[in-house]
T-cell receptor
C-alpha cells in the first residue's frame, strides 16, 4: 500500500520568513496530493492540492510543487504570519474506487514574532 | 467551514463498551470516509462508504463497522472498546467524480476509553 513520509516533524520560522515542508510517496498510482492544516482541537482543513498532471500550483502565499519522477511533493509558505502556526499534513490518494487518503506524520509549524 | 457535521463532539466510554459515531456529509456528496487520528499522529483510514456500500477498508479489525444511509449520512460503530481506541474520529465527505474527489472533514468526535 501507499506510504507517505513527511519532513521535518517540527519547523520554527520567524514571521515573514518562508517555510518548506517536504513529502515523499511510494505508490506511483497516486495522482492527487492535498495538504491539510490542522489547528489544535480542530478539523483538518484543506489549504491547497495538486494533481499529477500539474507540476506546480500557487494560491497567494501558498504553493505546492510535485515531482512525479522522484515521487515527492512540497508545500511552500511565503511571508509567514503567526496565524500560519499549526500542524500541516500532506496526503496522497489514488482517485477512483475506494480512494482513501494516506497521510504523512505531520509537521508542526511555529511562526515566531 | 465545510458542511460536514459529526456527533457527538466528545464521548467517554469504558473498555468493552460499544460506541456509535455519526456523520452528515456535505450537500451533494455521496461518499463518506472515516479516519482515526491518535494524538500527535496523522489520520488513519478506517473505511469508506459509497452509495450505502463499504467501498474500501484500512487495517482495522472487524469490530469497527459502519453504515451509510440513503441520505448519505453515515455511522461508525466500534464494539468491545479498547484503551487504544481513544482518538479523534474524523469523517470526510467527497463526491467521486473524476476531478472532485477532494475530501472535506468534519470537526471530529473525540473518544476517550477508560
Amino acid at each position: 500500500g501507499e506510504n507517505v513520509e513527511q519532513h521535518p516533524s517540527t519547523l520554527s520560522v520567524q514571521e515573514g520568513d518562508s517555510a518548506v515542508i517536504k513529502c515523499t510517496y511510494s505508490d506511483s498510482a497516486s495522482n492527487y496530493f492535498p495538504w491539510y492544516k490542522q489547528e489544535l482541537g480542530k478539523r483538518p482543513q484543506l489549504i491547497i492540492d495538486i494533481r499529477s498532471n500539474v507540476g506546480e500550483k500557487k494560491d497567494q502565499r501558498i504553493a505546492v510543487t510535485l515531482n512525479k519522477t522522484a515521487k515527492h511533493f512540497s508545500l511552500h509558505i511565503t511571508e509567514t504570519q503567526p496565524e500560519d502556526s499549526a500542524v500541516y499534513f500532506c496526503a496522497a490518494q489514488t482517485t477512483g474506487t475506494a480512494s482513501k487518503l494516506t497521510f504523512g506524520t505531520g509537521t508542526r509549524l511555529q511562526v515566531t514574532l | 467551514e465545510t458542511g460536514v457535521t459529526q456527533s457527538p463532539t466528545h464521548l467517554i466510554k469504558t473498555r468493552g463498551q460499544q460506541v456509535t459515531l455519526r456523520c452528515s456529509s456535505q450537500s451533494g456528496h455521496n461518499t463518506v470516509s472515516w479516519y482515526q487520528q491518535a494524538l500527535g499522529q496523522g489520520p488513519q483510514f478506517i473505511f469508506q462508504y459509497y452509495r450505502e456500500e463499504e467501498n474500501g477498508r484500512g487495517n482495522f479489525p472487524p469490530r469497527f463497522s459502519g453504515l451509510q444511509f440513503p441520505n448519505y449520512s453515515s455511522e461508525l460503530n466500534v464494539n468491545a472498546l479498547e484503551l487504544d481506541d481513544s482518538a479523534l474520529y474524523l469523517c470526510a465527505s467527497s463526491s467521486p467524480r473524476t476531478d472532485q474527489e477532494t475530501q472535506y472533514f468534519g470537526p471530529g468526535t473525540r473518544l476517550l476509553v477508560l
